[in-house]
């Protein structure tokens, strides 16, 4: 469905020396030309979705040269089509006093407000600086109300190597679920509470104690 509604365009081959023209390190009108080359075939790359090369044969002979050149374009595409959002100003004081307990509503709503000071492609933030008076207090709330998968398959090992759930690797991995732990009375945030027994089973209830006495 989203493919037919992509912009259709057909693309003609490149110079048999493409490779050789991108890896010029001499730069100038070489370079140019590669990113000229590389810029019109971009289409090719997989990850986009917003045009179709119709003969698409001939983005094999793109591949090679332009390849990671095109990764850059669909990253700058992504900043380009996020959302810019303003970020209400917040009193830091009165922000750290509010999410004493996270479980707060006022507090989960107002870090939600927030949610773009957190780094995503979904979305860009047009007032950075009114960023800092949330960033320590909300990151376990930012990172609850994303949380929609289980933890890496190495944790585990992790948690149980000598320390335990006391190192840093450890604590690390089980942060982005403290929402989990009833210590931190913020499972309602929670967008997957499903994940919850995946991050337990790995080891974090242990870690997530650990972690409570660092809140604000």
């Known amino acids: 469905e989203g493919a037919g509604k992509a912009e259709q365009m057909r693309l003609g081959k490149p ?12 730069g100038g009108g070489a370079m140019d030309d590669c990113e000229a080359y590389c810029g019109d075939s971009h289409c090719c790359a997989e990850s986009n979705t917003q045009c179709v090369v119709v003969n698409s044969e001939v983005c094999m002979d793109y591949v090679g040269a332009c390849e990671g050149r095109w990764a850059d374009t669909a990253a700058v595409d992504a900043r380009v089509q996020a959302e810019e ?30 949610l ?4 995503s492609d979904e979305c860009v933030v047009k007032n950075p600086d009114e960023c800092h008076a949330y960033v320590g207090v909300c990151q376990p709330l930012w990172d609850a109300f994303r949380l929609d998968s289980g933890p890496a398959e190495s944790l585990r090992d992790t948690c149980d190597a000598e320390g335990g759930s006391t190192t840093e690797a450890c604590l690390g ?10 210590e931190f009375r913020c499972d309602l945030a929670l967008k997957d509470k499903m994940v919850c027994g995946d991050y337990a089973n790995a080891g974090c209830e242990e870690a997530w104690e650990s972690l409570a006495d660092q809140l604000p």
């Open 15 to 26: 110079p048999s020396n493409l490779a050789d023209i991108c890896d010029s390190k001499g």
């Open 85 to 114: 959002v303003s970020v209400p100003t917040e009193d830091p004081t009165n922000l750290a006093e509010m999410c004493a307990d996270l479980g707060n509503e006022e507090c989960q709503d107002a870090c939600q407000a927030a």
């Open 116 to 119: 773009c000071c957190s780094p």
């Open 173 to 182: 991995g089980c942060r982005e679920a403290v929402c989990c732990s009833q």
